[in-house]
């Protein structure tokens, strides 16, 4: 049984930062974050394959950074210059192959996800 373990959410003010982390328990190709606001669709913020390509929602390009620690097997969100439109449920998701194509197209069809991490910036 796969299992994504998302932690890192909490409150912040805005400008603030915060660092989400995701410990899958399979040997992931590549790996990404959505987010759910309420009442609005789940969307990707980043994500990364296995040899490093990454890529970024536009809303979070020069304020995100997704990274990995392949020996450790763990993938972080930095988030830095918050604001209340990032207020959201945050969900790590993996899949073998293709996470930045499908972040890129819009789409959430991963095969694995976590159980998500509040992240309220207010």
């Known amino acids: 049984h796969v299992q994504l373990v998302e932690s890192g959410g909490g409150s912040v003010q805005p400008g603030g930062s915060l660092r989400l982390s995701c410990t899958p328990s399979?040997?992931?190709?590549?790996m990404a974050w959505f987010r759910q606001a309420p009442g609005k669709p789940r969307v990707g913020v980043a994500a990364?394959?296995?040899?490093?390509?990454?890529k970024y929602e536009d809303a979070a390009k020069g304020r995100f950074t997704i990274s990995q620690d392949n020996a450790k097997n763990i993938i972080y969100l930095q988030m830095n210059s918050l604001t209340p439109d990032d207020t959201a449920m945050y969900y790590c998701?993996?899949?073998?192959?293709?996470?930045?194509?499908?972040?890129?197209?819009?789409?959430?069809?991963?095969?694995?996800w976590g159980q998500g991490t509040q992240v309220t910036v207010s």
């Open positions: 399979l040997n992931r190709g590549c």
């Open positions: 990364i394959e296995k040899y490093g390509t990454t």
């Open positions: 998701a993996a899949d073998f192959t293709l996470c930045t194509l499908k972040v890129a197209a819009g789409t959430s069809d991963l095969g694995y």
